[in-house]
C-alpha cells in the first residue's frame, strides 16, 4: 500500500477512469444537518491534492446548509467493476473565492447558467419555471463573454482525517486497509474484512 492516500485515491480513480468506469469521480457525499439528521447524494470530485477532495456547489442548497451547521463529511467512491470502494471523512471547509471564480469559469456556459437559474433544493411549481428562469439569465448575460460566478455557489474542501480502502476478494476475504491523521503523516493498518 501506499504511505499517502491522497495518491492511492488517485491512482484508483485513475484506474477505473482506464478501466472505463463511468463517471469514475462520482462520490456519495453525506452529511449532517443541525438536528444530527443525515443526508446523502452523488457529487462530482473536482480537485484532489495534498490539502483534501474539493467539490462544488450552491451554498444554499441542502448541503451546503448541512456544512454550515455541522462541517464534517463522508464521501465513498465505489467502482463495482474493479471490486473496488474508498471512504473518506474529514472536516469541510469553503474554499476561497479565486479557486472557486477559476473552477466556475471553467464550466460550460450552460452549466453557469444553470447556477444562476436554480435554486438548488427549493421546490418549484414546474418544469416550466426552471426553464424560464434558465432563459432569463441566458438572456441576462446575452452580451457578456464570461458569466459571472454567483455569490451563493462555490467550492467545498474535504479534509481527510480518515480513509479506507476496500478491495474485493475471492470468499468474500476482502482487503481493507485504513489510513488515520497522525502526527506527522498518515499512519496506516489492515482491517478484517
Known amino acids: ?10 491512482g484508483w ?5 482506464r478501466g472505463g468506469v463511468a463517471e469514475p469521480y462520482a462520490m456519495a457525499l453525506a452529511t449532517v444537518d443541525a438536528r ?5 447524494r452523488m457529487v462530482l470530485l473536482r480537485g484532489l491534492d495534498e490539502r483534501g477532495l474539493r467539490f462544488f456547489t450552491s451554498y ?6 448541512d456544512l454550515a451547521a455541522n462541517p464534517n463529511a463522508a464521501a465513498v467512491f465505489h467502482w463495482s467493476a474493479l471490486a473496488r470502494q474508498v471512504r473518506v471523512e474529514g472536516r469541510v ?10 473552477y466556475f469559469a471553467s464550466r460550460p456556459r ?16 414546474a418544469r416550466e419555471t426552471l426553464e424560464q428562469r434558465f432563459a432569463h439569465f441566458e438572456q441576462r448575460f446575452a452580451d457578456q463573454a464570461d458569466v459571472p460566478r454567483p455569490h451563493s455557489w462555490g467550492g467545498y474542501l474535504i479534509v481527510p482525517s480518515r480513509f479506507e480502502f476496500w ?9 481493507r486497509f485504513e489510513y488515520e491523521r497522525a502526527a506527522g503523516g498518515w499512519k496506516c493498518r489492515r482491517l478484517q474484512p
Open 1 to 10: 500500500m501506499e504511505s499517502d492516500p491522497i495518491a492511492l485515491l488517485e
Open 13 to 17: 480513480a485513475q484506474d477505473a477512469l
Open 36 to 40: 444530527g439528521r443525515p443526508s446523502a
Open 60 to 65: 444554499d442548497s441542502r448541503k451546503g446548509r
Open 93 to 102: 471547509e469553503m474554499l476561497g473565492e479565486d479557486e472557486s471564480d477559476e
Open 110 to 125: 450552460g452549466h453557469q447558467l444553470a447556477a444562476w437559474a436554480s435554486e438548488q433544493s427549493e421546490p418549484i411549481d
Open 167 to 175: 478491495q474485493g476478494q475471492p470468499n468474500r476475504m476482502h482487503d
